[in-house]
């Protein structure tokens, strides 16, 4: 079963940066597109920015210009760099991914475990 790894959240001040990691734990066919989401306390998950195989970006308003998508497809990894980091940034951050495990595998949506973000004011 693969499983989704993230790293790299924490606790900074308004202003600051991090960057966040997200790896499959095993070796795979392919993956199609990927994403980070987040979770605020008390309201729904919300797409944060999203990458296809091709390399194709999108973001959420309230991160364009602050936050970059990136993936390395040798390494099976997804990165989020997040800067000039928010208070309203403060939240659980999951990946996601369409993996295709094996050549003879269907479409799966996998979720990492989430990592915490926190934005001090």
């Known amino acids: 079963q693969v499983q989704l790894v993230e790293s790299g959240g924490g606790l900074v001040q308004a202003g600051g940066s991090l960057r966040l990691s997200c790896a499959a734990s095993?070796?795979?066919?392919?993956?199609?597109?990927m994403g980070w989401y987040r979770q605020a306390p008390g309201k729904q998950r919300e797409l944060v920015a999203i990458?296809?195989?091709?390399?194709?970006?999108n973001y959420a308003d309230s991160v364009k210009g602050r936050f970059t998508i990136s993936r390395d497809n040798a390494k099976n990894t997804m990165y989020l760099q997040m800067n000039s980091l928010k208070p309203e940034d403060t939240a659980v951050y999951y990946c996601?991914?369409?993996?295709?495990?094996?050549?003879?595998?269907?479409?799966?949506?996998?979720w990492g475990q989430g990592t915490q973000v926190t934005v001090s004011s």
């Open positions: 996601n991914a369409v993996i295709i495990e094996t050549y003879y595998s269907g479409r799966d949506d996998y």
């Open positions: 095993k070796s795979i066919f392919s993956i199609s597109t």
């Open positions: 990458i296809t195989s091709g390399g194709s970006r």
